[in-house]
């Protein structure tokens, strides 16, 4: 199982980065895809979920409004798109994968955002 994040970077508040999760060696169509981030002194937190059936998602509060998750079952990719980003948005982004058929959680490797002036 591999789960690859790409799209992190250095941008300005009020900026727009795009996320992408490519996943392999799993049934990505059944899966639960969830993105995470992690910020300096702060335990992980669920930013954004998608699931696999309907498609519906949810948020954190604090980036509703601003960052959609996606997903297109025949690239087996799950992205997150994120506007008008802000300094505390800052954090390692986590990619994450639930396979409902056998309930096993996989993690990408992370990728850095940082936003900052």
């Known amino acids: 199982v591999q789960l690859v994040e790409s799209g992190g970077g250095l941008v300005q508040p009020g900026g727009s980065l795009r996320l992408s999760c490519a996943a392999s060696?799993?049934?990505?169509?059944?899966?639960?895809m969830s993105w995470h981030r992690q910020a300096p002194g702060k335990e992980r937190e669920l930013v954004a979920v998608?699931?696999?059936?309907?498609?519906?998602?949810n948020y954190i509060d604090s980036v509703k409004g601003r960052f959609a998750i996606s997903r297109d079952n025949a690239k087996n990719t799950v992205y997150l798109q994120m506007n008008s980003l802000k300094p505390e948005d800052t954090a390692v982004y986590y990619c994450?994968?639930?396979?409902?058929?056998?309930?096993?959680?996989?993690w990408g490797q992370g990728t850095q955002v940082t936003v900052s002036s």
């Open positions: 060696g799993f049934i990505f169509s059944t899966a639960v």
């Open positions: 998608i699931f696999s059936a309907g498609g519906n998602t």
């Open positions: 994450h994968a639930f396979t409902t058929y056998s309930r096993a959680n996989f």
